[in-house]
């Protein structure tokens, strides 16, 4: 079966500035998860969606982060404006209600870098 | 909320010894424990998991044990390999009722093999 899939690979922004991250889980995967990894962390969760609901954003900075499922397929995620402190790797990860219920599979993610 | 703590930060051992990472939950309700690899740059992938209903795992090399009394879990890699250095990630998992999951990560244990 294909991957996560995420897009862009990679993004350099100046701060105050907005970026946007997308996001194609596993086909069937109910469960979706935004992570921020800031480098030599381990990987934080921003929000969770179960289908296009949010399960849990408890950890997500609201004033300048966004994000969306509105179909329950694919996903994006926003920031504006940027701060300095949000240079980080966003992975986006899916999980499915069937069989291996608990198991998340990763994307790529997405290497933000904030100026 | 779950909490989630990782021991050592970093690990130095030689080619064809043992390695152990040590992590600590506080949520009780927990019921899965992931442990996840991560080489520089890539992503976080699933290495071997236990649930809370079995107290041992072992997957050729790799082995993960749970005391839920003590609330705490390892991971043991036996005859280590270069290519077993990365980062490794253990996580705490409440599966919970409506076919979700909520996941908290440790801080991660830098594993270097040398030869």
């Known amino acids: 079966e294909a991957g996560v899939a995420q897009s862009p690979r990679y993004k350099i922004i100046e701060k105050r500035q907005s970026v946007a991250f997308w996001c194609n889980p596993i086909?069937?995967?109910?469960?979706l998860y935004w992570y921020q990894q800031i480098l030599g962390q381990g990987p934080k969760l921003l929000i969770q969606?179960?289908?296009?609901?949010?399960?849990?954003d408890s950890q997500l900075p609201k004033d300048r982060f966004s994000a969306e499922r509105l179909k329950g397929v694919d996903s994006t995620l926003k920031i504006q404006p940027a701060k300095l402190e949000d240079s980080a790797v966003y992975l986006c990860?899916?999980?499915?209600?069937?069989?291996?219920?608990?198991?998340?599979?990763f994307g790529p993610g997405t290497r933000l870098t904030v100026t | 909320g779950e909490n989630v703590e990782q021991h050592p930060s970093t690990l130095s051992v030689q080619e064809g010894d043992s390695a152990v990472i040590k992590c600590t939950y506080s949520?009780?309700?927990?019921?899965?424990f992931p442990w996840y690899k991560q080489e520089l740059g890539k992503r976080p992938q699933l290495i071997i998991d236990i649930r809370s209903n079995v107290g041992e795992k072992k997957d050729q090399r790799i082995a993960v044990t749970l005391n839920k009394t003590a609330k705490h879990f390892s991971l043991h890699i036996t005859e280590t390999q270069p290519e077993d250095s990365a980062v490794y990630f253990c996580?705490?998992?409440?599966?919970?009722?409506?076919?979700?999951?909520?996941?908290?990560f440790g801080t991660g244990t830098k594993l270097q093999v040398i030869p």
């Open positions: 990860a899916s999980s499915s209600i069937r069989d291996r219920a608990y198991e998340q599979y």
């Open positions: 086909s069937g995967h109910a469960t």
């Open positions: 969606f179960q289908n296009n609901g949010v399960v849990d």
């Open positions: 996580a705490a998992s409440n599966a919970l009722r409506r076919g979700y999951q909520k996941v908290t």
């Open positions: 949520d009780s309700a927990s019921n899965y």
